[in-house]
Nanobody
Framework: QVQLLESGGGLVQPGGSLRLSCVASGNIFSINAMGWYRQAPGKERELVATVTHGGSTAYAESVKGRFTISTDGAKNTAYLQMNSLKPDDTAVYYC????????????????WGQGTQVTVSS
């Protein structure tokens, strides 16, 4: 089992920045990647960014050039640096860990954090 704990959400003005963190604990050797999803009211959950333990990253088109995903040296914490935030970025952001096959496709056990609210508003 892997447990995920997210932090860093909040209220920010358009054009501002936030950094989300996701700390993984437990059997982290059973996973090869972490990712961030988001879900806005009335919309489906969408994948925002992924990072593998090998350091490969991928992003949704809507956030490319504005968001950066990274991990720490121990590979048990994933960060999502969000810059130039827009009102459309408002959503609950969820951390996910598991075995990433390719963009949007995972295999095996699913591990999710509890979600953290990001609100972009003036």
């Amino acid at each position: 089992q892997v447990q995920l704990l997210e932090s860093g959400g909040g209220l920010v003005q358009p054009g501002g920045s936030l950094r989300l963190s996701c700390v993984a604990s437990g059997n982290i050797f059973s996973i090869n990647a972490m990712g961030w999803y988001r879900q806005a009211p009335g919309k489906e959950r969408e994948l925002v960014a992924t990072v593998t333990h090998g350091g490969s990253t991928a992003y949704a088109e809507s956030v490319k050039g504005r968001f950066t995903i990274s991990t720490d040296g121990a590979k048990n914490t994933a960060y999502l640096q969000m810059n130039s935030l827009k009102p459309d970025d408002t959503a609950v952001y969820y951390c996910r860990a598991g075995n990433l096959i390719y963009w949007g496709t995972w295999s095996g056990m699913e591990y999710w954090g509890q979600g953290t609210q990001v609100t972009v508003s003036s």
